[in-house]
């Protein structure tokens, strides 16, 4: 499963921000996001969960139901 955490870097370590038990050894990936573009990027990615809700082929029944 995966898991998307907050942390901090501190030097050259990363600090997570929460508790959790990850085994020795587990593989991780790191997204760095610089804060002058921290607020496009969440925008990119809402807008993205966004339009997998409103614009779907399944609610085009709904807007002819609308029309009727």
Same mark, same amino acid.
């Given at each position: 499963?995966?898991?998307?955490?907050?942390?901090?870097?501190?030097?050259?370590?990363?600090? +997570?921000? =929460?508790? #959790? @038990?990850? %085994?020795?050894?587990?593989? /991780?990936? /790191?997204?760095? +996001? %610089?804060? =002058?573009?921290?607020p496009?990027?969440? +925008?990119?990615? !809402?807008? #993205? !969960?966004? @339009?997998? /809700?409103? &614009? &779907?082929? =399944? @609610?085009? /029944?709904?807007?002819? +139901?609308?029309?009727?």
């Amino acid at each position: 499963m995966l898991n998307t955490l907050w942390a901090i870097v501190h030097g050259e370590k990363i600090e +997570l921000l =929460e508790k #959790i @038990d990850i %085994p020795e050894g587990t593989k /991780v990936l /790191v997204t760095i +996001l %610089p804060k =002058e573009h921290e607020p496009q990027f969440w +925008l990119k990615t !809402s807008q #993205i !969960s966004l @339009d997998k /809700v409103w &614009n &779907n082929t =399944e @609610d085009e /029944v709904y807007a002819k +139901l609308l029309k009727e």
